[in-house]
């Protein structure tokens, strides 16, 4: 049934910092915070009605956040004085996207931080060595221990704390000219022999088993995700200088990382044209692909930026599906909505046919078990509504309910639809327009778990209309 419809992650980055994208009105007072929560319902009614199904929101900024944290301070673009606003934005905007169908990852900056000589985060008045002065910036260093515990219990305390989709990591990575990156005392203590760039890496993968290990601790269906450079390694069939990549220049080793299950997808962002974005693209789906979905983050805000044609998006995202990639996230919000029409009227064009969550292979070992005994029933009012049995254990990740019909004219003439997806009770109220010139209808429910994962159709509810 519904032979148009693809998986396909369709996503955005929601840059809080600075109030980017949102917030841009502050929470002052109770005007103020109404209406600060209204921008954020009117960008999500756009993404949902755009055909976006993913959100990632940035929660942390440079060692701030948007959420009442235990470990780090609130971020200061809500209120004009800096200080938290009236309500907690975060389990706002869960509910929000929970509302609209929409999923939502937490998006973290990892390692850069904030620190200003007046007054170091709290975490550097504590441990001054975890901060690393590099390119007048303030960076984490991965190679400490305590470090990545940090990470792994900012990450928990997330998990613990909200009814996310996943936590998405950013700069999750060496800073730009790592190899002046100024880590000898943790390379002395820690390297244990290791070649300087092996242990880098190895760093980074063991700071991705660490948040594993206390994220599935509490929920074992969150997905995690990184944010790698959009270039994975050096292409030697490249005749050509390309510029920093993953593997060489930031120590990412995202093969590893897919490999050993240690991300449910990756986003490499991949802010480049031509030459710079064909061949990657490639590699990334051959190398990494086979592991994990790829999901192109591509970059609309170069529109502006660097005058290029807003044909080049529509003909990366060609690409995309062409190399059966698992989707496509833009940075960021603003560069595809109301403030640039043209882009956004391309980007819901490409978008217009449905598209389902991503089946991540993590998924497969919690396959939900099938809904069963569905049955019609009549309201007073006339109305029909289709309910289902489902058995499911407490500790299997949660599940949303999927509807497919096939509309049977009276000559026979088939039609496979998706009727609707992210129902999250066992019973759906059916519209009598949506079957309107059809004679019959089958219609089957599928349980899809966290991870996107369905479960087979083995049971068919027949109504005849009339």
């Known amino acids: 049934m519904g032979d148009s419809i693809r998986q396909e992650m369709r996503a955005v980055w929601l840059t809080t910092a600075y109030g980017l994208d949102w917030p841009r009105t502050k929470a002052d007072d109770e005007n103020g915070l109404r209406r600060q929560q209204q921008d954020l319902i009117r960008i999500l009614d756009r993404l949902a009605a755009d055909g976006y ?68 985060h709290p975490l550097l008045q504590r441990h001054p060595a975890w901060g690393l002065k590099h390119k007048n910036a303030t960076h984490l260093d991965p190679g400490e ?58 760093n980074l993968t063991r700071q991705l088993e660490e948040i594993n290990q206390a994220v599935h601790s509490i929920k074992p269906y969150m997905q995690i995700s990184v944010a790698p450079l959009g270039k994975l390694r050096k292409l030697p069939m490249l005749d050509r200088s390309h510029g ?85 996230c833009f940075f960021r919000e603003e560069h595809v909505g109301d403030k640039y029409p043209a882009m956004r009227q391309q980007i819901r064009q490409f978008f217009h046919r449905t598209a389902l969550p991503l089946a991540l292979p993590r998924g497969l070992e919690h396959r939900a078990q099938a809904p069963k005994l569905l049955r019609l029933v009549l309201e ?47 019973h759906y109220r059916l519209r009598g327009e949506q079957f309107s010139g059809y004679e019959r209808v089958e219609i089957g429910v599928e349980a899809v778990n966290s991870y996107g994962v369905s479960t087979p159709i083995d049971q068919a509810l027949v109504i005849t209309m009339g």
């Open 53 to 120: 199904n993913t959100v990632f929101l940035q929660v942390r900024q440079s060692g701030t956040v948007l959420y009442p944290s235990n470990m780090e301070p609130f971020a200061r673009f809500f209120t004009s004085s800096g200080q938290p606003p009236a309500y907690d934005p975060l389990s706002f905007a869960v509910k929000a996207c929970r509302a609209r169908g929409l999923a939502i990852h937490a998006w973290l900056v990892t390692y850069p931080l904030a620190s200003p000589k007046n007054a170091p």
């Open 145 to 202: 221990p305590g470090v990545r515990q940090y990470i792994a219990s900012l990450a928990r305390e997330l998990a613990a704390g909200y009814d996310l989709d996943g936590l998405h990591f950013d700069y999750f990575r060496y800073p730009e000219d790592a190899v002046r990156f100024p880590d000898q005392r943790s390379y002395r203590l820690y390297g244990a022999g290791m070649d300087r760039e092996q242990w880098r890496r190895s």
């Open 244 to 328: 920093w990549t993953a593997f060489e220049s930031v120590y990412q080793d995202p093969i590893t990382w897919a490999k050993k299950g240690l991300v449910d997808f990756l986003v490499p962002m991949m802010y480049y044209r031509d030459h710079l974005y064909t061949p990657f693209l490639q590699d990334w789906s051959q190398s990494v692909g086979r592991y994990v979905p790829v999901v192109a983050g591509l970059a609309p805000y170069r529109i502006v930026q660097d005058r290029w044609q807003a044909q080049t998006i529509i003909d990366q995202m060609e690409q995309e599906r062409m190399m059966g990639s698992g989707g496509i």
């Open 380 to 426: 007073p009012n006339g109305e029909r509504t289709v309910v289902w049995m489902h058995d499911r254990d407490a500790h299997e990740p949660p599940v949303t309910y999927r509807l497919w019909a096939t509309l049977i004219k009276g000559n026979g003439e088939r039609r496979g639809v998706l009727l609707a997806q992210g129902v999250r009770e066992p």
